[in-house]
């Protein structure tokens, strides 16, 4: 709500958030619903916290609330609300829209993210490309990826 967030913030916040992600992942959660009204940064320290999560779904493939319901939200990865299965590239989409609002103030159209920021690594701005790609085959594999890239941002 206040504009785009510093190098140092960005990167972070961000870095934090993926952390998180990869945490959900690695205990079978899939987030699904991630946007940044569901991202707290504690006031001590500004680590951000991921909250909100009764629209998590287990990776199992088990029963749980339809997303078809729910209203429509920019942050989200569009086969979340088809009848596509959804795994942990739903989240790795939603990260790159935060990235991108984050980065650039202002949240795109899907599709035409853009990274405009020279302070923004090359090799950032492509895994941030690939993750908000429309076609979940296109995005990478799992958010270990993407922590990988973002350990080499200095």
């Keep these: ?6 190098d140092y913030t960005l990167r972070f916040v961000m870095t934090g958030i993926a952390q998180g992600l990869n945490a959900l ?41 339809s997303p078809s319901q729910w209203p429509d939200d920019p942050y989200r990865a569009m086969e979340v609300g088809g009848d596509t299965p959804v795994d942990v590239r739903a989240d790795l989409y939603s ?18 993210e853009r990274l405009p920021n020279p302070e923004i690594p090359d090799i950032v701005r492509d895994v941030v490309v690939q993750c908000v790609a429309i076609t979940r085959s296109q995005r990478p594999a799992d958010m270990k990826a993407i922590l990988q890239v973002l350990r080499r941002w200095e």
Excluded: N, Y
């Design 1 to 6: 709500e206040e504009g785009l967030l510093g």
């Design 25 to 65: 992942h690695k205990a079978d959660i899939i987030r699904r619903e991630l946007s940044p009204k569901s991202v707290l940064l504690r006031e001590a320290d500004d680590r951000p916290i991921i909250t909100d999560m009764e629209l998590a779904k287990l990776a199992s493939g088990a029963p749980t609330v």
């Design 95 to 112: 990260w790159g829209r935060i990235f991108v609002h984050a980065a650039t103030g202002e949240l795109s159209e899907r599709g035409e």
